[in-house]
């Protein structure tokens, strides 16, 4: 593993442990060439993903961004990074054992709104002003009056 702070090609594992989930290997690092210490993280990768975008442009399927996108959504909002994870690996695998290789980014987007709806509404909220492409106070209102009317509906 290549060291992100000097690129030195060689450095060496110090520890190695599952994570909470037990989804993934954390590896803490140690570069012998600058000193530095770092962690990575193995998971297990079922098939490679490829996203459509609405105008048809293609994309490798990018984890890390799922997981930013919704962690944007939820700064600043009382949601444990743990359950976030466990929510961000039950997306990826349910795209990998989906049997496509290529994923639409709406259902991407759908799956992301679904999951923000049970952890957050604020985050679930923020997300598809983005995601809606809200333009105006005026569609966070509808959008919230929505959500009122389902919650009275259940």
């Known amino acids: 593993m290549r060291c992100p702070f000097c690129s030195n090609d060689d450095t060496q594992v110090k520890d190695s442990r599952p994570t909470d989930d037990n989804q993934a290997i954390r590896r803490r690092r140690h570069c012998p060439n600058c000193g530095a210490r770092f962690t990575t ?10 996203v459509v975008k609405a105008n048809d442009k293609r994309e490798p399927f990018d984890r890390d961004k799922l997981m930013r996108s919704m962690q944007i959504a939820l700064r600043k909002r009382p949601v444990d990074p743990e359950r976030l994870e466990r929510v961000v690996n ?5 795209l990998e054992s989906s049997g496509e290789s290529e994923i639409p980014a ?15 509404q604020v985050g679930y909220v923020r997300y598809a002003s983005v995601y809606k492409n809200f333009h105006e106070a005026r569609d966070f209102e509808t ?4 959500l009122e009317g389902d919650q009275d509906n259940a």
């Open 90 to 94: 039950g997306i990826v695998r349910r």
């Open 41 to 50: 993280f193995e998971r297990v990768q079922l098939r490679e993903l490829t």
């Open 106 to 120: 709406k259902l991407i987007g759908e799956m992301i709104m679904d999951a923000l709806a049970t952890l957050d």
């Open 143 to 146: 959008f919230v009056g929505t």
